[in-house]
C-alpha cells in the first residue's frame, strides 16, 4: 500500500539512511487515521532492510517486517485490560534493545500509541534515549505528543505524518476501497483515510441516519431521552454518535446562519426562520461546546449516559404555559 501523502516523510527516512544518519529515536506525530503505524513499519524497513536505496520491498528483512515476523522488530502496545502501556513492557523493551540484534544490525522497537505510556513507563524509555546501542531506534508513534513528557519528546527527532487534503483522501479511497460514499465517511470522521478504510461504509451510514432521526425527535420533543443515550453509550459507537451528533449539529448551524444572513429580521436575534423549528444559533452553540467537553472527557470515568442526557435536553423543547420556548437563554 502506499500512502502519496505520507512521501515527504518517507523521503526523509531514506535519506537518513542513505547518508548513515538513520536517528537512535524518533517521534512520529500523525493526525489521527492518517498512517502513523505505516510509517513507523516503513521506518522499520528502512533500517533493517541492507539493500542499497533501502528499503527494497523484495529482500527477506523487508518482507519479515510486512509479516510482522522481523526478530529485530519490537512493537509494544497498550495491555487488553489497562489499555496502557505498563511499566514492566517498556523495561523489557529496553533491554532486548540494548542487545545486539539477531541478524548482522539494526534493531526498531515501536511503541505505538506512545501517550499510552503512564509516567513510569515513559521515564522507563530516558536511559535508552541517552545511551542508545548503536544500530538501536526507537519510534515512538503518538497523536498528541504534548502527552509524553518533554524530557521524552527533546530526545527523539521529530517526523510528521500529516493528514491528506480532502480531495486526495477521496482519490486514494476511491483507489484503494473502490467507489463508495466516502464523503459522508470522512464527514463524520474527518480526514482519516486509513480509518476511512476500515469503516463498515453501510453500517455507517445507517449508524448516522439513526442519529439523525433520533435528534430530530429531540428538537420535537418525542424521544426518550434517557433510554436513547443509554443505547448510545452502550453500542459501542459512542465516538461514532457524536460525531453524528457534531454533524447534525453543524448542518443546523450552517442553516441558521444563512437564514439569518437571508432574512435582515433574523440579524439581530439569530433565531431560525421556521416557527416549527424552536432551536436557534446560541443552542446550538452551546450544545456544540458541550459536546467538545464531553469528547475531552470520553477517556475518563464519567457517567457518559447522564452527560449526553444533559446535552439533549438542551436541544428539547422547554413548553411553559405562556411561552413557547421559555428557559432558552436569551
Ligand atoms: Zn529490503
Redo the contacts with the bound molecule.
Keep these: 500500500m502506499q500512502l502519496p501523502w505520507l512521501a515527504t516523510a518517507c523521503d526523509t527516512l531514506r535519506r537518513a539512511r542513505a547518508g548513515g544518519r538513520f536517528p537512535a529515536a524518533l517521534l512520529i506525530h500523525e493526525q489521527s487515521g492518517s498512517g502513523g503505524a505505516w510509517l513507523a513499519l516503513y521506518a522499520a524497513?528502512t533500517a533493517?532492510?541492507?539493500?542499497a536505496g533501502?528499503?527494497?520491498?523484495?529482500?527477506?528483512?523487508?518482507?519479515r517486517v510486512a509479516a510482522d515476523t522481523h526478530p529485530d522488530l519490537l512493537r509494544v502496545g497498550p495491555t487488553e485490560e489497562s489499555k496502557q502501556i505498563r511499566v514492566e513492557q517498556v523495561r523489557e523493551l529496553c533491554a532486548e534493545l540494548a542487545l545486539t540484534s539477531h541478524g548482522a544490525g539494526a534493531t526498531v522497537a515501536i511503541i505505538d500509541p506512545a501517550e499510552a505510556m503512564n509516567a513510569n513507563a515513559a521515564n522507563a524509555l530516558l536511559k535508552t534515549l541517552e545511551e542508545p546501542r548503536p544500530g538501536a531506534t526507537l519510534v515512538l508513534v503518538t497523536a498528541a505528543p504534548s502527552r509524553l513528557p518533554a524530557t521524552v519528546r527533546s530526545r527523539c527527532q521529530r517526523l510528521s505524518a500529516p493528514a491528506p487534503a480532502r480531495a486526495a483522501c477521496l482519490a486514494w479511497l476511491e483507489e484503494e476501497g473502490g467507489k463508495r460514499d466516502w464523503e459522508a465517511v470522512l464527514d463524520l470522521i474527518g480526514n482519516a483515510p486509513l480509518e476511512a478504510l476500515r469503516v463498515d461504509v453501510e453500517a455507517l451510514a445507517k449508524l448516522r441516519a439513526d442519529s439523525a432521526r433520533a435528534l430530530d425527535e429531540v428538537a420535537r420533543g418525542t424521544l426518550d431521552i434517557p433510554g436513547a443515550c443509554e443505547r448510545w453509550v452502550k453500542g459501542g459507537d459512542y465516538e461514532l454518535r457524536l460525531a453524528c451528533l457534531e454533524n447534525w449539529l453543524t448542518v443546523r448551524l450552517d442553516r441558521a446562519a444563512r437564514a439569518a444572513g437571508q432574512n435582515p429580521q433574523m440579524r439581530g436575534t439569530a433565531h431560525l426562520p421556521s416557527g416549527r423549528s424552536p432551536l436557534n444559533m446560541k443552542t446550538l452553540v452551546r450544545a456544540l461546546d458541550q459536546l467538545y467537553q464531553l469528547r475531552q472527557l470520553g477517556s475518563t470515568s464519567i457517567n457518559k449516559a447522564l452527560a449526553l442526557e444533559q446535552l439533549l435536553w438542551e436541544l428539547a423543547p422547554r413548553v411553559v404555559p405562556g411561552s413557547r420556548r421559555a428557559g432558552s437563554g436569551s
Design positions: 524497513r533493517l532492510c541492507r539493500a533501502a528499503p527494497c520491498g523484495q529482500c527477506d528483512d523487508c518482507r
